[in-house]
């Protein structure tokens, strides 16, 4: 280690200082592409969703599900849909009365039971959309149709919203 301190500590020759202060073509270039992404990635330049604004800036927002949600269920409606989903639309459509919402802390443990029965489907989750008096659902996209007489009032990429054709 001492043999090699004088090395360090020697001073620069004219030609290495030189070198040292010219800047590099390659960080210029790339420097140049990390601002061009920058601008690129900017919200101003997405399209405008009618709910969420920019595009891409809420992307677990099911924007074309709630839109039609607003459309469709009525003041007094229940709804049942994913509770991820929940505070979405309760934002975006808040005259019906949703299932769930992302305040899973102060639902009792028999409310999950029945959303977790309807989640399922079959014959018992007809019985839990009964008794609960569910009239509109939010089935995302590749789930299971529930049971019942159900009306599609919107389809899209994010799911289907439905309404009770019969009780």
Do not use: C
């Not at 090395?7 to 420097?31: D, E, Q």
């Not at 891409?56 to 709630?66: D, F, V």
């Amino acid at each position: 280690v001492a043999a090699a301190l004088p090395v360090v500590l020697a001073p620069r020759s004219a030609g290495a200082a030189a070198r040292a202060a010219r800047p590099s073509p390659i960080a210029a270039l790339i420097a140049m592409l990390f601002l061009l992404a920058i601008v690129i990635s900017l919200p101003w330049w997405r399209p405008v969703d009618p709910l969420t604004g920019r595009v891409g800036l809420l992307t677990y927002a099911p924007s074309g599900l709630a839109q039609a949600a607003r459309d469709a269920a009525k003041p007094g409606d229940r709804v049942y849909l994913p509770q991820t989903w929940a505070s979405w639309f309760e934002w975006a459509a808040a005259e019906p009365s949703y299932f769930l919402d992302s305040r899973f802390e102060l639902f009792p443990a028999a409310v999950w039971d029945d959303y977790d029965t309807i989640a399922r489907g079959g014959a018992d989750a007809l019985e839990v959309l009964d008794r609960w008096g569910v009239n509109v659902m939010v089935v995302p996209a590749g789930a299971d149709a529930p049971p019942g007489t159900w009306t599609t009032a919107h389809a899209d990429a994010d799911g289907v919203l439905l309404i009770r054709s019969s009780p």
